[in-house]
């Protein structure tokens, strides 16, 4: 499993995949988030139904494929899929790098330029 | 620059480094998007200013630290500034990958626990 690792070593977490760099500032939710972000790992197309799900509750999906990135077929299917999920729902979806899908709800757009720094 | 790529090589789009799989069904868009997701480039700590904008303007954003991957001592100078950001807005932050960071506005939460799917 390529994608998800660690950034720093020393906040790396046993217990998840996540380096959660966000652990000292985390006390602060005195409301429940209206949206999360999802990281789900996809294995075949049968999955999906799962994942997609998050989308149409409103949440935003980011979908590593690298498990299935020598299978174009599969990936055909899986893409056609969420086009058309995004397609029902008004949302959006992107590709972030070789095994990176972000797929959003209604509402949010991908921006496809990537943006670089002035300096 | 090796995190942006493409998935599918007959799709990927020459003017921009994002596939854009959503071209066919772009013509949906009734109203103004809520929210946008940005995916930047950092190459080194003054850019983070422009950057951290688009989250204090409600977006999120994908930061691509791959250029600076090398450099601890900057990255932490960039995490540390970022930590401080999403404290003072109620946001959040998570690595994604060895070279990506996820910063979320007020309200948005990333779910830290990769999910696999069931099959």
Chains 1, 2 share one sequence.
């Not at 998050?54 to 299935?68: R, S």
Request: aromatic share 6%; net charge negative; charged share 30%.
């Amino acid at each position: 499993m390529a994608v998800i690792g660690g950034i720093f070593g020393k906040s790396h977490r046993r217990d998840s995949e996540y380096i959660d760099l966000a652990e000292e500032v985390g006390g602060k939710e005195e409301t429940e988030p209206m949206m999360y972000v999802k990281v789900a790992e996809l294995q075949n197309y049968e999955d999906l139904k799962d994942f997609t799900d998050y989308v149409y509750n409103g949440d935003i999906l980011i979908l590593d494929t690298a498990q299935i990135s020598s299978d174009d077929l599969e990936l055909e299917r899986i893409t056609n899929e969420l086009k058309r999920v995004i397609n029902d729902i008004g949302g959006d979806i992107a590709g972030l790098g070789r095994n990176l899908l972000i797929v959003t709800p209604a509402g949010i757009k991908v921006n496809r330029r990537k943006i670089r720094g002035s300096f």
